[in-house]
C-alpha cells in the first residue's frame, strides 16, 4: 500500500527540540522529494522544507533556517524531521507529503502523511 | 518569494450550486505552477489540481482550475455535501508558499 506514516504525538518543553518521523511504503522512495508541512492550531497551511531521499540534499523555507534539520534513512525508508529550540509557536500538526512533478505541468504534494500533533507547553 | 492571497475568505453556499474561488500571486507564477488542495477537519490535505488546470487523479470532474500569470480560480460546477471543506492554492516551485485558505461553508 502507498502511503506515508508518521510518528506519534509529542509534548515538548519550550526550549527543546522534536523530531518527527515519516515510513515511506508501496513506492520508490529515494525518487520523489519528501516536504515537511505545518499547520498551527486553526491555522493555514505552512511549508517547511524538503529533503531529497537519495542525495540527502535540502532546502528549508527561510524562517526556519538554523533550526530545522530533514534528513533521511534511505535503508529503512524513513524521513526526519527535527526542529530545535521550540516555542509555543511550534505547537502545530507536522505533516510530511511526497513530491510529484510532471514535466512541463507543475507539480504538488501528492501523498500526505497522516500528520502529528506536537504541543509545545 | 510569491504571495498568494485567496478570496474569499469564506463562502456559504447550498449543495448543487456553483463554487467560484480565487487565488491572486504577487508576482507572475512561473509555468503557472499553481496547485489546489482541499482539507476536511482532521484530515491533512488532499490534492486537488496541479499545474493550475490539470486534475490528480481521482479528483471529480466538477473540480476545474484555470488561470494564468497572477490569477487562477478553482471552480465546483455542483456542490456535492462532501465537497464542504477548506481550499488552499499553493505556489510549487523555488518556494512552496500556501494561500491562507477559502472555507466553502454550508448556507
Known amino acids: 500500500q502507498v502511503q506515508l506514516v508518521q510518528s506519534g504525538a509529542e509534548v515538548k518543553k519550550p526550549g527543546a527540540s522534536m523530531k518527527v518521523s515519516c515510513q515511506a511504503s508501496?513506492?520508490?522512495?529515494?525518487?520523489?522529494?519528501i516536504h515537511w508541512v505545518r499547520q498551527a492550531p486553526g491555522q493555514g497551511l505552512e511549508w517547511m522544507g524538503w529533503?531529497?531521499?537519495?542525495?540527502?540534499?535540502?532546502k528549508y523555507a527561510q524562517r526556519f533556517q538554523g533550526r530545522v534539520t530533514m534528513t533521511r534513512d534511505t535503508s529503512n525508508r524513513v524521513a526526519y524531521m527535527e526542529l530545535s529550540r521550540l516555542t509555543s509557536d511550534d505547537t502545530a500538526v507536522y505533516y510530511c507529503?511526497?513530491?510529484?512533478?510532471?514535466?512541463?505541468?507543475?507539480?504538488?504534494?501528492?501523498?500526505w502523511g497522516q500528520g502529528t500533533m506536537v504541543t509545545v507547553s | 518569494e510569491i504571495v498568494l492571497t485567496q478570496s474569499p475568505g469564506t463562502l456559504s453556499l447550498s449543495p448543487g450550486e456553483r463554487a467560484t474561488l480565487s487565488c491572486r500571486a504577487s508576482?507572475?507564477?512561473?509555468?503557472?505552477?499553481l496547485t489546489w488542495y482541499q482539507q476536511k477537519p482532521g484530515q491533512a490535505p488532499r490534492l486537488l489540481i496541479y499545474?493550475?488546470?490539470s486534475r490528480a487523479s481521482g479528483t471529480p470532474d466538477r473540480f476545474s482550475g484555470s488561470g494564468s500569470g497572477t490569477d487562477f480560480t478553482l471552480t465546483i460546477s455542483r456542490l456535492e455535501p462532501e465537497d464542504f471543506a477548506v481550499y488552499y492554492c499553493?505556489?510549487?516551485?523555488?518556494?512552496?508558499?500556501f494561500g491562507p485558505g477559502t472555507k466553502v461553508d454550508f448556507k
Open positions: 507529503a511526497r513530491d510529484f512533478y510532471v514535466k512541463n505541468q507543475g507539480g504538488a504534494f501528492d501523498l
Open positions: 508576482q507572475g507564477v512561473p509555468g503557472n505552477f
Open positions: 499545474g493550475a488546470s
Open positions: 529533503v531529497n531521499p537519495d542525495s540527502g540534499d535540502t
Open positions: 499553493q505556489h510549487y516551485g523555488s518556494s512552496f508558499t
Open positions: 508501496g513506492y520508490t522512495f529515494i525518487d520523489p522529494y
